[in-house]
């Protein structure tokens, strides 16, 4: 049986996609065992804010690590008490939906579904604070080059992927689905409030107030963050322009 566990503020959105057909039936049989954690129960103030404005500027809203890192902190305490060395060995993985994770593909999803436990991290509004793809997400995973409202949506599709591998949920693998995609930079990281976070700081450039300072800074770590995890889409670009950094 492989167990999920979904943090998310909607969790209502899940029980359409969840309730019905091979998902539905493959938690009847106990092929999958899938729960969702409200993340506003992980707050502590009476709005139940989970999140604050980026630091640096800039449109929208980052959410906050702490109520992110509190929920996955304590499921990994109820439901995988052996977790780090689980996670070694790829039996426990902690998973943050992202449009700048690695790409969804079936042989992901073949190796995602091998595991023991996943914990799924639904991102909204403008992103998630980086400090938990840093210290907190054993990977990041994106369903395609681009944007949703939030994180709930990728992870019914990497759930729905995902659990055709499971053994005995399907009786047969269905064919390898194609996807194409638009090209463009991954997005640089993203900061909010605290500023230092379990020893982990807010890049000093994004405190200057200097904001000709912080684009450029944005745009090195987009390009630096595409060559890294996406050396494809760097490549064709480069192809198609010349991308000068600053």
Partial sequence: MLQLDIVTI?????????????LKRAQASRRLRIRL??????????????????????????????PIFEAVEAIRRRTCARHAARAAT?????????????????????????SAHLILICGHYEGVDDRVAQALATRSVSVGDYVLTGGELPAMVLVDCLAR??????????ATHEES???????YPHYTRPSVFR????????????????????????????????????????????????
Wanted: hydrophobic fraction near 40%; include cysteine.
């Fill in 37 to 66: 954690h409200d993340l506003r129960d992980y707050t502590h103030d009476k709005h139940r804010k989970v999140d604050d404005r980026p630091y640096g500027g800039g449109p929208g809203m980052v959410m906050r690590p702490e």
């Fill in 165 to 174: 591998f499971v053994p005995g949920v399907i009786g047969h693998e269905e």
């Fill in 199 to 246: 020893g982990m700081a807010v890049p000093e450039v994004l405190r200057s107030g200097d904001h000709a300072r912080i684009a450029r800074w944005r745009k090195r770590q987009a390009a630096a963050r595409t060559a890294a995890q996406r050396p494809d889409l760097a490549r064709a670009l480069r192809n198609g322009r010349r991308h000068r950094a600053a």
């Fill in 90 to 114: 790829g039996g426990c993985q902690t998973i943050l939906m992202a449009p700048q994770g690695q790409q969804l593909t079936t042989p992901l999803a073949r190796e995602l579904a091998a």
């Fill in 181 to 187: 995609f638009a090209q463009g930079w991954l997005e």
């Fill in 10 to 22: 909607f969790p209502g959105m899940f029980a359409p996609v969840f309730g019905a057909s091979i």
